[in-house]
């Protein structure tokens, strides 16, 4: 029915303002989800399934929180109470895993289908402050308040063997950023993408996954909160604490833009407040931001206009996300929604647990959804016209004892036939022939009797 | 009417179809009275119905007297074939004609047709299969027609429990069929009638689910039917949990499987393996506390010792129960399932490691005859090992990331010990499969294995076959020689000489095509998935490898695919394969990113040229769409997705801007001006002769001026540009001393002048740069230009790519501009002298950027906050 795939935006806030959901075409709002505070980068979607996110913790609370909420119900569904706070929550672009990065500097690693905790290792000195996947979410990139940026190559993670043999487990430590790390987004491209990182020493770094090394260093006015790239990877676009939106040039070109600041080649500005998240549609081309005075405001690259904005609460909004609209938030069938996920076999999965189970130290299994993703009956194939052609030919050669077995059969029933043609004839001529000989005596009698 | 009776207007004329359908009855299709004299009338018949949709008439009523005749000829048409197989005089080829033919009616007749009458023609058939006097070709006939009938029925949503009933009529004859000593062509038959009910209506089966499970696996131990058959009842064992669908019954199908499989091969792998193994199944598929079952489905899972025939049969079915697994692992299923990942994977290693050698712990019980006979019968384990490999990962996804480093170690251990060509392949595309399914992460573990053995196995050298490829090879890289010195690991020579050691260990013998086109293939992927990361050790290894087996394979001509039309098996390769596997990698050898231009990019443009040329072949199609790709090599482009202001003004900034003409960011190169050349030159890692000779044959404007030193000219230009009004030191610190005329900063520039004795700034180039600018504002930089590459230069454009990897040569000029501009951009304020400062500082900066302190960059720039 609807040619272009429709998008919805998700947002979130520091203060309990729940999640809220709107449909970036037509700005209608769904559901709001309810009794969410989220750090930054504390929101995500879990393989478009069911949203998850890190709570907020006052400072003395032991162990953290984590919450999910189905799509089709305003509560909170599942609460999993991890070791420790946990603020950047992030999962593989499947939804099979999520990782959390701890206050500790602890990275956790879990599977979403039975919420167990794979994996904990130490990553960073101090508190994780930003996690994500590469493309092919075989590589994760994490950013900590201690300023460091380290990549890790998953892989590595789960080898024990290699582990023990290696001094370190990860592929790249970048030590370049004097201050918190703030953002981290990775662009297009394998193992040749780069990696942007947004430091509370308003700077901006471009990595090389490469190679590992500084390709750009970009200072800015003012702190960089989050950033995000443009699809082509032509700029990238910076939120300041300043309220606006830098545009800072990668592929672009800079020099013949006269600014103060090197390789900023503009900026979107209409924001009172700090911009604290962005993100980018490329369905709709269009960039979202979302302010400290709990607006998202969706703005035109082209024309730098601002062409909606969302009301999310009065706190600041820390997190938004774009998504393809999933199939069970829909608002003509929501009663049909429980039913559906009850068929599909999409019920949330159980809470994460909070230690690594010692007893299967090894995982032994792994919960797989082995759905078909189209299930199309057209392609069952009908086959008769195939098994006729073999059996054709297996009567053409005549060799087979099945086909043999009908030839018999056939000859059998022609006998049949023929022997009871052959009674007929006998009975016609036995009739004839007694015809024959009553006409024969009879003339005989009639000579005689003459 | 009459008219239209007689006159057809053409072949797609309405009319002709119910007049066809008609003359098959009447001279075509047998009845009583036509005989059925050959059975290749009926696959006339068939093709006849098939290409014209003779049966799928309209189903909309209007008066249309077309098609109320074309309606009463199918009318016809369905109670000829009815009569024809209810009848009980008729002879069994016309039953089976009539049979069949109703089978192809079921697909093609049209919707209304097939729901109002599908009941009646379901009971119709199912009794031939009861009977039990019907010959075989009547039943199979009977079975393929009735799934057929089921397949299209599915496809009604509306009908599911009519469907289900029907369905349900099936089985018990089915199971019948399954159970007497029916011949393999009936048993064929009622599998896939049995495939097809599971699939279209699981629900079915739910009541009969033991008894049918019974009958499959009692057929997969006997053992005695053909591989063809045995894989079809391997294929329903793993539909069957299906008619469940609920997680516990695939578990537990899953479960017994593997225990069946396992204490099997304990009995087969006597002597062989350590005799810890089933205890370690055992431990990883039984829960805790719980014993495993003695026997399943009637067999007992260890057995001590039985004879030759019945270890084949064990063989057998060991075989056919892992497929079963893979099936499982790759069908869809309604729910979420845990799959036993670790079990699975230490079968696959239990198989794999078995080698036929006797296990240091044996005894010598076992007989010299017992290991012949499993070393005879161990390839085809392995492979359906490895087959069952492919699909765990097939299987699992992303889930597999736990499991992955065990199973990188297997492949990696069980490549240093396959040798036979087949397994060999089917390594390779598990190796495939493995950097597809987990990506760059991967491909950091297992690119020097598949370097090592795809080396191992594509050696031209190993060929008696290429004769030439020692010398060809030579002749085709002599950069190779040149790059030694600068250290690179990739020299040619060396890779001859650690070939030369193989030859000596290797048994000298050639591969065989297939494998050579799986090496290809993997190392394709290779290159497409992980040739960026940390490829520098084999990266130039491989890009040499593939550019020579593609002009080996392709040297003799193109290979068409005729040859092939009378191989018997469709799937032979030959040598076409093996041309176009060459090209696919040699593509992904261009195309993958790495730090420098493709060195063999001229040599396979050619290839690929005279490739397209074979019109109406793959390696044509292909070489079309390599040429595609490439152009984006040659004419490179960064066109952004938005589009961004500043980009698409870009012509007109330019303009407006007039002094920026030097600042080229080139946003669209042009290949023909010469500034793209230089450009592209002074980026190209300087130790790539061969692109240099490449690209000095078609370039002629540098040669010239190259050589004469004249210090007034730049500055002529410059004094031109600033009659233009140049605010800020819009190019290059070399450049800006002179125009200021301070000795300290031409000291300086001095210093650099002796540093490469040769350098200068091209101005001519300059000028000619700058023309083209101001026409079509494309691409021209400011270069020095070397005679000699051995002499140290200054050079602005290689100094920035040593600042700025980011692959896109734009960029890179872009940044040494913004650098420089922004620099004196901060300082514009102060006086004259600091313009001086600012330019002496952008030469040193240069030198010491020459000097490869990649710091320095961050540094010069933080000076820039300072400073505002």
Known sequence: ????????????????????????????????????????????????????????????????????????????????????????????????YLVGGGLSGNIYFWEVATGRLLKKWRAHYRAVSCLVFTEDDSLLVSGSEDGSVRVWPLLMIFDDYQMEQASQLYEHSFQEHTLRVTDIVTGYGGGNAIIISASEDRTCKVWSLSKGILLRNIVFPSIIDSVTLDPGEHVFYAGGRDGKIHIAALG???????????????????????????????????????????????????????????????GPVNNIHVLNRPAYLNPRSLSNVQASSRRHGLSLPPPLSKYINTMDEKVVSAAVNLQATCNNPLDASCI??????????????????????????????????????????????????????????????????? | MATSETVIKDMYDVGLKPRMIRTLLKEDVPDDKIPFDSPSKLSRIISCIQSHKLLSEPSITDNNKQVERWKSSVND???????????TTTTPDKCWAGICLLGVTCQECNADRFLGSYAA?????????????????????????????????????????????????????????????????????????????????????????????????????????????????????????????????????????????????????????????????????????????????????????????????????????MLSCCEMLTNSYPVQVSVPVRSLLALVERVLMVNGSLSPTTSSFVILAEQEFICSELPVLHSYALELLASVIKGIRSQLLPHA??????????????????????????????????????????????????????????????????????????????????????????????????????????????????????????????????????????????????????????????????????????????????????????LSPSGVRPPHLAPALELFRRGRQEIGTKVSEFCAYALLALEVLIHPRALPLADFPSASSFNEVNHRFPENIYSVAQKHSNPYSSGMHDTGHGLSDSDDDLYKSWLDSSKETEAPVGKSMDTERPSE????????????????????????????????????????????????????????????????????????????????????SKDDALNSRDTEMASVQAVVAGESDGLATKDGNTTTLSAQKGTTFAIEDDNQSTDSLPDIVDVDPDSD
Not at chain 2, 78 to 83: D, E, F, I
């Open chain 2, 717 to 800: 230009t410059l004094r031109v540009q600033q009659g233009e009004n140049i605010p800020v030191a819009g190019s290059s610190g070399a450049k800006s001393p002179r125009r200021n005329g301070h000795s300290p900063a031409a000291a300086s520039a001095d210093i650099e002048m002796r540093r490469g004795d040769e350098t200068m700034v091209d101005s001519q180039q300059l000028q000619e740069s700058m023309e083209q600018h101001q026409e079509s504002s494309k691409g021209a930089s400011i270069h020095t230009v070397t005679g000699d590459p051995n002499v140290t230069t200054v050079d602005l454009t290689s100094f920035a």
């Open chain 2, 121 to 321: 023609w379901f009971d119709k058939m199912l009794t031939h299969i009861q009977s039990r006097g019907d010959s075989q070709f009547v039943k199979v006939a009977a079975c393929t027609s009735i799934s057929d009938l089921i397949t299209r029925l599915a496809g009604f949503p509306n009908v599911k429990k009519e469907g289900t009933s029907l369905a349900g009529k099936v089985i018990q004859p089915v199971l019948k069929l399954l159970n007497e000593d029916s011949s393999e062509a009936v048993l064929e038959g009622a599998i896939h009638l049995l495939c097809t009910v599971i699939s279209s209506f699981p629900a079915t089966l739910q009541r009969h689910h033991e008894s049918v499970e019974a009958a499959i696996t009692s057929k997969i131990f006997s053992g005695k039917f053909s591989v063809n058959l045995m894989k079809k009842l391997a294929h329903c064992l793993a539909l069957l949990p299906k008619s469940k669908g609920d997680e516990d019954s695939w578990i537990s199908a899953m479960r017994k499987v593997l225990l069946l499989v396992n204490g099997y091969l304990t009995e087969i792998f006597t002597g062989l393996e350590e005799e810890t193994k089933w205890d370690e199944a055992v431990r990883l598929l039984v829960p805790p506390g719980e014993v495993p079952p003695p026997s399943l489905w009637g067999q007992k899972l260890l057995e001590d010792n039985s004879d030759k025939e019945r270890k084949r049969s064990k063989l057998c079915s060991v075989s056919m129960f």
């Open chain 1, 252 to 314: 672009a070109d800079s020099s013949s833009i006269k600014s103060h600041w090197l390789h900023i080649i503009g900026s979107l500005s209409s924001h009172s407040k700090n911009v604290t998240c962005l993100a980018y549609s490329t369905n709709g081309n269009v960039l979202l931001s979302g302010s400290e005075d709990g607006m998202i405001r969706v703005w035109d690259p082209k024309t730098h206009n601002i062409v909606r904005v969302f009301k999310h609460a009065k």
């Open chain 1, 384 to 450: 008769s016209s195939q098994v006729i052609n073999c059996q054709i030919k297996e009567l053409q050669q005549q060799g087979s004892a099945a086909a043999a077995e009908m030839e018999v059969e056939k000859l059998k029933l022609d006998r049949m036939q023929s022997l009871q043609m052959l009674q007929r004839w006998k009975k016609t001529y036995d009739n004839l022939h007694e015809f024959c000989v009553d006409e024969l005596l009879e003339g005989d009698n009639v000579k005689s009797a003459n």
């Open chain 1, 1 to 96: 029915m609807n040619t272009k795939m429709e998008e919805i935006v998700i947002a979130s806030s520091s203060i309990d303002g729940g999640i809220g959901c709107w449909d970036l075409q037509t700005g209608t709002e769904h559901l709001r989800y309810k009794s969410c505070a989220s750090p930054p980068h504390g929101l995500i979607s879990v393989g478009r399934r069911f949203l998850a996110s890190s709570q907020l913790q006052d400072p003395k609370a032991s162990s953290g929180a984590i919450l999910y909420w189905s799509w089709s119900r305003p509560q909170v569904e599942v609460k999993c109470f991890p070791e420790e706070p946990i603020k950047p929550l992030v999962a593989n672009s499947e939804g099979t």
């Open chain 2, 77 to 87: 048409w369905v109670t000829r074939l009815l009569s024809l197989i209810s009848k």
């Open chain 2, 405 to 590: 480093a065990y199973i990188v170690r297997l492949v990696k251990e069980y490549f240093k010990r396959c040798e036979l060509p087949e397994l060999r392949i089917k390594v390779y595309s598990i190796t495939k499969l493995l950097l597809m399914s987990m990506g760059i992460g991967i491909a950091i573990y297992l690119a020097q294995e598949v370097v090592n053995c795809s080396l191992h196995d594509l050696n031209p050298i190993l060929d008696g076959t290429s004769f030439h490829a020692n010398a060809k090879s030579e002749l085709l890289l002599p950069p190779f020689h040149r790059k030694r010195k600068h250290g690179a690991t990739g020299s040619l020579e060396q890779l001859h000489d650690r070939i030369g050691l193989e030859v000596e260990t290797s048994k000298n013998r050639p591969t065989a095509i297939s494998v050579k086109i799986a090496a290809l293939g993997a190392l394709e992927t290779l290159l497409t998935v992980g040739g960026g990361l940390r490829s520098e050790s084999w990266r130039s290894k491989v890009d040499n490898l593939l550019i020579t087996i593609a002009t080996e394979s392709c040297k003799e001509g193109w290979v068409s695919d005729e040859s092939k039309t009378f191989l018997p098996n469709e799937s032979t390769l030959t040598c076409s394969d093996l041309q176009l596997a060459a090209l696919h990698a040699l593509l992904a050898s261009l």
